[in-house]
T-cell receptor
């Protein structure tokens, strides 16, 4: 019940295209859903996050869509750029900072080709 | 910009040896975490630490693991007797009180031979 399932495992997108990564969770106690971006040799860095009281959150070219009834959320990267090539992890957490255990998906390796 | 720093960046150790991985969290943060990432796999939670005690730990965090905040700035992860399967990237993270964002360090690559 703690799992977060992420797909696809890898994604190749042309420059200027839209990258879409999907995640599904089982635990209805999760109430915080961040996306992390990781470049080779670096730690994960928070990209964007959403709480279940909204269905969409947009920050620049990055948008999270959240479907509470389906227990799914997705990351959309508009106008994808070669610099976006990285591994993206969705994650979920329950509770506040005191019990802030992140459960990660398996990651999606995004390659944006010119 | 404040960041979480980890040392060393890479550690090679023989099976059965003890290792200590070190982290300096962001200075005003009060919640500290260790995660690990086996090569090519997902990031997994190990332990969280608040107010000088463990607040949560995963089943991975068995008796071979321990954490400590020996002074006001460092946060360490000790593996008492390393196994081959402990080879992974270990990430330290920290979070401020009332915050939701965990800031990750660059990681320590542990290789057990």
């Amino acid at each position: 019940q703690q799992q977060v399932k992420q797909s696809p495992q890898s994604l190749i997108v042309q420059k200027g295209g839209i990258s879409i990564i999907n995640c599904a969770y089982e635990n209805t106690a999760f109430d915080y859903f961040p996306w992390y971006q990781q470049f080779p040799g670096k730690g994960p860095a928070l990209l964007i996050a959403i709480r279940p009281d909204v269905s969409e959150k947009k920050e620049g070219r990055f948008t999270i869509s959240f479907n509470k009834s389906a227990k799914q959320f997705s990351l959309h990267i508009m106008d994808s750029q070669p610099g976006d090539s990285a591994t993206y992890f969705c994650a979920a957490s329950r509770g506040g900072a005191g019990s802030y255990q992140l459960t990660f998906g398996k990651g999606t390796k995004l390659s944006v080709i010119p | 910009e404040p960041e979480v720093t980890q040392t060393p960046s890479h550690q090679v150790t023989q099976m059965g040896q003890e290792v200590i991985l070190r982290c300096v969290p962001i200075s005003n943060h009060l919640y500290f975490y260790w995660y690990r990432q086996i090569l090519g796999q997902k990031v997994e939670f190990l332990v969280s630490f608040y107010n000088n005690e463990i607040s949560e730990k995963s089943e991975i965090f068995d008796d071979q693991f321990s954490v400590e905040r020996p002074d006001g700035s460092n946060f360490t992860l000790k593996i008492r007797s390393t196994k081959l399967e402990d080879s992974a990237m270990y990430f330290c993270a920290s979070c401020r009180e009332g915050g939701t964002e965990a800031f990750f360090g660059q990681g320590t690559r542990l290789t057990v031979v």
